[in-house]
């Protein structure tokens, strides 16, 4: 049973996260501090729980993919990690949403995992952009156990190599775990795995990148503007341009168009 639709036995309330559905995906109209405040009682109960930050480019994906759109409305929790989202949920019923944005609700998070004393964990990206993320964590956050972290190789894993990574998260004492293997490999990942592991997993997508300074962040009033996807255009053309050209344009058509955007997908 999903977090939006139940009380769990933290004293935590998720069934007052506001659920909607913007072209089929969930997204829960939360903040930093609900969203903190959920995942730091799930971590302390050990509870096996996922976390995506939806943005344009998830919604897409999910748009195209059924099973991927299922992997995400699975998920415990989905906040609206890009400023287009946060738009169509204010046209549409959240007035009053806001913007839970990836790399700074990590932030939010280390900072209380660090005051609770909560070990953390680290999956994903490439070697020497973890190896500057923790070196970062450990000046800025010099108190927070750090439980764990593996850069997994690029290529597929094999069954065996990924039933050795759960057991060793599970092994490390990791309470939350941070994934940054990319939108939509991270989500399909978690899903796939999250139950069998005692973690809070969380979807972050390039906040590794930015988090470590390998690459450069969008300066807020950009991200503000919703023009996110322009300035990382700039920064990765060649890797980005398909993205940015496949989906902007048909969730601009759709999601600002359809009557009922925040209604569920049949059933």
């Not at 036995?9 to 996260?17: P, Q, V, Y």
């Not at 405040?37 to 976390?51: D, G, H």
């Amino acid at each position: 049973m999903s977090a939006a639709q139940s009380s769990d036995n933290t004293g935590i309330d998720a069934s007052t996260l506001k659920t909607h559905y913007i072209l089929g995906t969930k997204v829960h109209a939360t903040s930093y501090t609900q969203s903190v405040e959920t995942i730091l009682s799930w971590a302390a109960s050990a509870q096996p729980r996922y976390v995506c930050a939806a943005n344009v480019h998830m919604v897409m994906e999910g748009y195209d993919s059924e099973p991927f759109r299922n992997n995400v409305n699975r998920a415990d929790l989905v906040t609206p990690d890009g400023m287009p989202l946060v738009w169509v949920l204010r046209r549409q019923a959240a007035r009053d949403a806001s913007r839970v944005y990836g790399p700074d609700l990590t932030l939010h998070l280390l900072k209380a995992a660090q005051d609770a004393g909560t070990p953390v964990g680290f999956f994903g990206g490439r070697p020497e952009v973890l190896q500057s993320l923790l070196k970062r964590i450990q000046t800025q956050y010099p108190g927070l156990p750090v439980a764990y972290s593996y850069a997994p190789p690029f290529r597929p894993l094999t069954a065996e190599e990924n039933g050795a990574i759960c057991r060793d998260i599970a092994e490390s004492g990791t309470r939350i775990l941070f994934v940054g293997l990319g939108c939509p490999k991270q989500e399909t990942w978690m899903a796939e795995n999250s139950r069998g592991v005692p973690v809070v997993m969380v979807g972050v997508g390039a906040a590794f990148d930015f988090l470590s300074n390998s690459v450069r962040q969008a300066p807020k009033w950009v991200r503000s503007a919703g023009l996110e996807w322009a300035f990382r255009f700039t920064q990765e053309p060649r890797r980005l341009w398909r993205r940015y050209l496949k989906h902007n344009p048909r969730f601009l058509v759709r999601a600002f168009t359809q009557r009922q955007p925040l209604s569920p997908p049949p059933a």
